[in-house]
């Protein structure tokens, strides 16, 4: 019989050795994740020259420099269509923004990712910017981090949840290396991807961001990606209620973004033309857009620098926040290749940089830093990612206090106009939900002794088959109301209460039918049970229960003394817990008068004046409250 260890074997944590293997598995991921990210970037910049400039060269250049001209029209539909072919022949994969197709493969693929999907979204991608796309690199980095880690963990032997924290330890390096910010890329995949919080996924995923990270640095230096004045001034009360404003507004123009993009989605579904032609006629708005406002064109970075330096005028601002939005709403929901981080920044830091002139002043770029983060906080539902990322990006931290407040603002109010979030809402029309709230398994805070029944009708070891039939006709006797009993096992015991062998339900039942009824029980019982010990967890029971696929366990001590008997339903006790924890409302502290004398003892001392103090029930008695 196998007897559970003591309560001392229960720990905080599950990791084991394992972790090991994972980190060194995800610190190699990183670099490599790293280097992936560098030749998007840099293919980025070859396509670009390529479309716009007419030369093969790898300078970082923007579309709009080569300035208004007609070709502004035909290069983004070129690039839509060869994104669209891509697609259509040689993997449907590299459609969409990356994040939601890496949420989809952690939760609902175990982490399983087509090998050629690392090679084709970063191609497809590179065309798509490169030919104009007003869209960001993070999110098919991500794709192709995670996909890497998904070919490791499907070449050696791991388990599913392994794989999937080798899929986003390469997802959370791809974005430390692009944005050169390996905090924001752990906390993405603790709030976003992770959906789990145990040293077992979060150390490799942090090792492999902080590789990536200095990878990064070796490739395309240190510096931050944004250049911002420090802030050394202190921020006032007038600028911390500006902010809190800013982000409640953030979380709508956020909404209005995600209904945008859905909403387009949903339009070219509906015509009746293959969705390999969807690409080229998003790029066709992109072309149009970008010959009325240029600046539209391209992931935008520069345009941020422009707007924190304080180079941003109305009309400028306005072509961002009309012209910007409309065609990457349109352009995205064309399903075609490309990223919502970076554009979420450019929107938000438009519409910080607008209000920013109503607001409070503080340092140059600041509205503009609490803009861009509090939009993009409402819409992936990423408030410590979205704060972290502002100090990141620029390397400073005097104003993490507005950042932070209006993050959290803009989520808060997000939560309640949004049933989904712009990552999530795709899945869901596809038929699949995702919870984005985690917390402790009320299984887990509950052990086994505190829910088990005590109450067991047991039989002595030496009992025969004729205890069970007199059991089995009492049990008909009584009618149907019986056998309804929560009782499906029957322990057998001996004199010090030592547990010696179990039957089911139907092992009685079979051996009361039986003609030699003097025959011991113990020849029909199962000698060697299962068993579970009191200081079990309700989620290590219902863990043991789902592989075994019984539904009734003895509950032995560590010397093998029966102590009880646990069944499916009472793992339902942890759940009605959490239920009365969140639904119900009661006052626990009550408030009275000074010098001990409580509400009910003024009240009833001012209408009789007569009545002493002592004469009136303490306040336990009388029910009352102050």
């Known amino acids: 019989m196998k007897i559970p260890g003591p309560a001392d074997a229960l720990r905080d944590y599950s990791a084991d050795s394992r972790i090991l293997y994972t980190s060194a598995l995800a610190s190699v991921l990183g670099a490599v994740s790293a280097l992936a990210a560098w030749a998007l970037l840099e293919m980025i910049a070859l396509f670009t020259n390529i479309f716009y400039f007419q030369k093969w060269s790898f300078v970082s250049r923007d579309p709009w420099e080569a300035g208004r001209h007609w070709w502004l029209v035909p290069m983004p539909v070129i690039g839509g269509l060869l994104v669209g072919l891509i697609a259509r022949f040689l993997s449907p994969k590299v459609r969409g923004h990356g994040m939601p197709e890496a949420v989809?493969?952690?939760?609902?693929?175990?982490?399983?990712?087509?090998?050629?999907?690392?090679?084709?979204?970063?191609?497809?991608?590179?065309?798509?910017?490169?030919?104009?796309g007003p869209f960001g690199a993070e999110g098919p980095v991500i794709v192709t981090g995670g996909a890497l880690g998904s070919i490791v963990g499907q070449l050696l032997p791991v388990s599913a949840s392994e794989r999937t924290v080798?899929?986003?330890?390469?997802?959370?390096?791809?974005?430390?290396?692009?944005?050169?910010?390996?905090?924001?890329?752990?906390?993405?995949?603790?709030?976003?991807?992770?959906?789990?919080?145990?040293?077992?996924?979060?150390?490799p995923v942090a090792i492999a961001s902080v590789t990536a990270g200095a990878v990064r640095r070796l490739l395309l230096g240190p510096h931050s990606l944004l250049q911002m004045v420090p802030t050394g001034a202190p921020v006032y009360h007038s600028a911390m209620l500006g902010a809190l404003a800013l982000g409640v507004i953030a979380a709508f123009v956020a909404a209005g973004l995600s209904k945008a993009v859905h909403f387009f989605e949903q339009m070219f579904e509906r015509l009746p033309i293959h969705w390999m032609w969807w690409p080229a006629i998003g790029g066709l708005v992109v072309g149009l857009g970008g010959l009325i406002f240029p600046e539209a064109l391209g992931v935008g970075y520069s345009v941020i620098q422009q707007m924190i330096s304080?180079?941003?005028?109305?009309?400028?601002l306005a072509g961002i926040l009309i012209i910007k939005s409309l065609i990457w709403a349109f352009s995205l929901g064309s399903n075609t290749a490309g990223s919502i981080l970076a554009p979420l920044l450019v929107i938000g830091g438009a519409l910080g940089a607008a209000i920013g002139h109503l607001m409070p002043v503080m340092s140059p770029g600041a509205w503009v830093l609490v803009g861009m983060t509090s939009v993009l906080s409402a819409a992936i539902g990423a408030p410590l990612t979205s704060a972290m990322l502002a100090l990141e990006l620029t390397h400073n931290g005097g104003l993490m206090l507005p950042v932070l407040l209006s993050c959290v603002a803009a989520y808060a109010v997000s939560v309640l106009v949004m049933p989904r979030s712009m990552l999530t809402e795709g899945l869901s029309r596809r038929g699949l939900h995702l919870s984005r709230e985690f917390g402790v398994d009320p299984l887990e805070t509950i052990l086994v002794a505190q829910a088990m029944h005590t109450s067991v009708f047991a039989l002595p070891e030496n009992a025969t088959r004729k205890d069970a039939a007199d059991w089995l006709s009492k049990m008909e006797a009584r009618g149907s109301e019986a056998w309804s009993h929560w009782q499906r096992i029957f322990p057998l015991v001996d004199g010090e209460g030592h547990l010696t062998g179990v039957l089911t339900h139907t092992q009685m039942i079979a051996a009361a039918r039986k003609e030699d009824l003097s025959c011991p029980l113990a020849v029909d019982a199962n000698r060697e049970p299962k068993t579970v010990s009191p200081f079990n967890t309700l989620r290590t029971c219902a863990m043991i229960m789902a592989e075994s696929k019984l539904t009734s366990y003895p509950v032995v001590s560590a010397d093998g003394k029966l102590l009880g008997v646990m069944t499916i339903s009472d793992l339902l006790k942890g759940r009605s817990e959490e239920v009365h924890r969140e639904g119900d409302r009661e006052r626990v502290l009550r408030l009275r008068w000074p010098f001990g004398a409580s509400a009910a003892s003024a009240a009833i001392a001012a209408t009789n004046p007569v009545a002493k103090a002592e004469d009136v029930p303490p306040p336990d008695q009388t029910g009352a409250a102050a």
């Open 310 to 316: 304080g180079e941003a005028a109305w009309k400028f």
């Open 166 to 203: 080798l899929m986003v330890a390469g997802a959370s390096a791809g974005i430390a290396a692009t944005f050169n910010c390996p905090m924001s890329a752990t906390l993405l995949a603790v709030e976003i991807l992770l959906f789990e919080w145990k040293p077992r996924s979060l150390v």
């Open 104 to 132: 989809e493969n952690i939760v609902f693929n175990k982490g399983k990712v087509q090998p050629r999907v690392a090679v084709l979204k970063p191609v497809a991608t590179a065309i798509a910017i490169g030919s104009g």
